[in-house]
């Protein structure tokens, strides 16, 4: 019996169209948009000026706050603007417009595939260029990373856990560099475990992914304290409360952090970039994204250099399909559909993809029937239907005592809903009006 | 058996006379003091219980009036000056004279001027679109579209017009209580004064995008060109933003803006309908701003 999470979950189709395609390296575009505010917490502050020439992995904005991440360039070339455009929140943000000439790398990156397996930084060193490489979680949720390392006092890490379970149907790009990066993603885990000065980390990877599973046993028997773990495939364990309940088997307390039962969860992107990082000075300015979707000609996984247009993309993996509805940005559950492609990819893009017109609609809404399927796939014990009626009644403080803050927006409520209620988007908006509350109360 | 009855009838009423003087000893020692006026005031107001004059109702609000040192703060809008002056009269105090006041709808995107980037089909209430997505067209700040304003209006006096998908103020029933100014989450309803004969001039857009990119999502959005605020002879036309807007204090309704506006953002509302000759005469007494206005409506249809 495979471990996984106790509580609620569900198993949409995988749809892991592909899985079987190796990450090609996407052509350096003509320009990038590359936006200053990629990560949860402050936006960076740009320090170029228009008509500045930059090189690759270049600093172009200063990270603006504990909780924030900086952000290079990920070409060479001109500034040519800056400006608010349209990122794939559907929102205008600030953004620098890079025209690209040439691929001139900044000289401190090791542009090299050879892979270093010592690592000679102390904790505070590796956590140091972490932040100042701009490392943020590639799961999705884009943390950045140095605060995710930088254990608070009064609390130690027992354990780091590695999230490979890509959980999201669809997506492959996190598969797919456990397979072909497997070895460097397994350094960079000992890197993350130096830092956190721990003796054990757990890599947490869904059955369905047999050979990536096969492959880092093999390699990691080479390395002291990193566990390859199997896990049974349920949506969502790929969140960080649900990882850590199915492998060591201990609960994240409400409204704290998973340090608080010792543990540290990173992603393995993430994993992949703290290696490059701290072994080849190379800072986050690409990674891999999955192009999907049934109607997508090729699906395939490419290696984009951040602030890539979404369309570019698309064109690469064979072009638009005539009779696209939706295109989202990240998988169907927890993804976002962009209102446009022209958006660029930024560091929490994991995947692109496109569903065709005749699965894209909602369905049509009617009312609650208290079947309570809702109440019982909730990974985190709550009452959907209840957290609905309240936010629609802006009862506010009530969503509040029903823990709707818990809430960690996986979907799988509005994907069970037999009444097709838009549950998970009356939830977001409590989530939204109490955090409003809450700040208020704080200041 | 008789005696069973006498016995509870005894019984109860002694009960009834001991809780009785109880009662009364309390009600002395535990009354509160409470001013007739207030019942009085009360009475006078239009008892919506609507909070648009900013306490959660009537009773409140009644309250606060008869506390205040004068009513110059405390404004019933949807009763207007008639009960401020009787409410004033009651409380023999001085009531402030306010114009009236009606909600204007400031988006003219309607179905067929502002096209549908995409379709939007998650829950239908404005606040989340706002909060979480960005609505269905090209335009960041115009109409959502789906009613928060008219299911707020406690006086049925907004619907939504389903040819344009705009909500709609009916002048004769809105009171100017607020209700939806306050539960639009997109800040496009304003609250204005009538005017006089209720003709009202307005600016009917709040997209505050550089006049390419506004014009590019919405045919008739602003793009500040700033023709209104030259054509304006009284300083009622400010620009913010690549956005103008007409202070209704300074606005004496000549309409001279709404006839240079090459977007026609600018409404006007209530006017009789122009004779075209004396409009081409107006016209000819400002020959340049004239020509301005023509050059940018004949290169924009060009396009």
Redesign the interface.
């Known amino acids: 019996m495979l471990k996984t999470f106790s509580k609620g979950g569900v198993h949409p189709a995988e749809n892991k169209l592909s899985a079987e395609q190796s990450i090609k390296t996407l052509p350096i575009p003509k320009t990038v948009t590359i936006p200053i505010s990629q990560h949860i917490g402050a936006p960076a502050t740009v320090i170029v000026k228009k008509n500045d020439i930059v090189k690759v992995g270049q600093i172009i904005a200063q990270s603006g706050g504990f909780v924030s991440a900086n952000i290079h360039s990920s070409v060479s070339g001109k500034v040519t603007k800056i400006d608010s455009f349209m990122d794939s929140s559907g929102y205008k943000k600030q953004a620098v417009v890079i025209d690209v000439e040439g691929d001139e790398w900044d000289e401190s990156i090791v542009k090299n595939n050879e892979v270093i397996r010592d690592c000679n930084l102390s904790s505070e060193e590796i956590i140091k260029k972490v932040g100042e490489l701009g490392i943020v979680g590639l799961g999705g949720a884009t943390f950045p990373s140095q605060v995710k390392l930088s254990v608070p006092k009064g609390m130690t890490a027992e354990v780091l856990i590695i999230n490979g379970v890509e959980c999201e149907p669809y997506l492959t790009s996190d598969h797919r560099l456990m397979l072909e990066k497997g070895l460097e993603m397994l350094v960079g885990t000992s890197i993350l475990m130096k830092a956190l000065n721990v003796t054990k980390a757990i890599v947490g990877i869904e059955n369905n992914k047999k050979d990536a599973i096969e492959h880092l046993t093999k390699l990691s028997e080479k390395f002291s304290g990193i566990e390859v773990q199997a896990l049974k495939v349920k949506y969502p364990q790929g969140g960080e409360k649900q990882l850590i309940k199915a492998l060591i088997n201990r609960e994240v307390p409400s409204g704290g952090l998973p340090i608080a039962v010792g543990a540290v969860v990173h992603n393995v992107g993430t994993a992949y970039a703290v290696y490059e990082a701290v072994q080849k000075n190379k800072p986050l300015f690409e990674r891999v994204v999955s192009v999907t979707g049934k109607s997508v000609k090729n699906p395939s996984n490419y290696l984009t250099r951040i602030g890539t247009s979404v369309s570019e993309l698309i064109e690469a993996a064979g072009g638009l399909p005539e009779d696209t509805g939706k295109v989202i940005s990240g998988g169907p559950m927890m993804g976002k559909a962009l209102n446009t492609i022209d958006v660029p990819v930024t560091k929490g893009t994991s995947g692109v993809l496109i569903i065709p017109e005749g699965e894209s609609r909602r369905g049509k809404v009617s009312d609650c029937i208290r079947c309570s399927k809702c109440v019982s796939v909730c990974p985190m014990g709550l009452e959907p239907f209840l957290l609905m009626t309240v936010a629609e009644k802006q009862n506010y403080e009530r969503a509040e005592k029903e823990k709707t803050m818990d809430c960690i927006e996986c979907g799988s409520c509005s994907y069970t809903c037999p009444s097709n209620r838009p549950l998970l988007d009356y939830i977001r908006l409590s989530k939204f009006e109490v955090g409003k509350i809450m700040r208020s109360r704080k200041s | 058996m008789s005696e069973i009855v006498i016995y509870t009838i005894i019984t109860v009423s002694v009960i009834g006379i001991i809780a009785a003087i109880i009662l009364f000893f309390a009600s002395q020692k535990f009354k509160v003091y409470e001013d007739p006026k207030i019942d009085l005031v009360e009475e006078a107001l239009p008892t919506a219980n609507c909070g648009g004059c900013g306490y959660p109702g009537c009773r409140n609000f009644a309250e606060a009036c008869v506390k205040a040192d004068d009513l110059s703060n405390l404004y019933c809008p949807v009763g207007g000056n008639e009960v401020m002056k009787n409410v004033a009269e009651i409380l023999g105090k001085n009531a402030v004279d306010k114009e009236k006041q009606v909600a204007v709808i400031r988006c003219s995107g309607s179905y067929n001027v502002r096209s549908r ?2 379709n939007y ?5 404005c ?2 679109v706002a ?6 067209t090209g335009c ?1 700040f115009g109409c959502l579209g789906l009613g928060e304003c008219v299911d707020a209006c406690g006086f049925d006096a907004m619907y939504m017009d389903e040819e344009t998908g705009l909500p709609v103020v009916i002048q004769d029933k809105c009171t100017a209580c607020g209700d939806c100014v306050r539960a639009c989450p997109k800040d496009i309803i304003e609250l204005r004064n009538a005017g006089k004969k209720d003709r009202r001039i307005f600016v009917s857009c709040i997209n505050e995008e550089k006049g390419g990119i506004a014009k590019k999502s919405c045919e008739v959005a602003c793009i500040g060109c700033s023709l209104c605020v030259k054509a304006c002879n009284y300083d009622a036309i400010e620009i913010n933003n690549f956005l103008a807007y007409i202070d209704y204090e300074k606005c004496v309704l000549c309409r001279k803006c709404v006839d240079v506006c090459p977007t026609g953002s600018i409404h006007e509302i209530n006017f009789p309908a122009r004779k075209i000759k004396p409009q081409k005469k107006e016209k000819s007494e400002n020959p340049d701003l004239v020509k301005i206005a023509k050059d940018k409506n004949s290169s924009e249809t060009k396009e």
């Open positions: 980037t995409n089909d998650g829950a239908e209430n606040t989340i909060n979480l997505y960005s609505g269905d960041q």
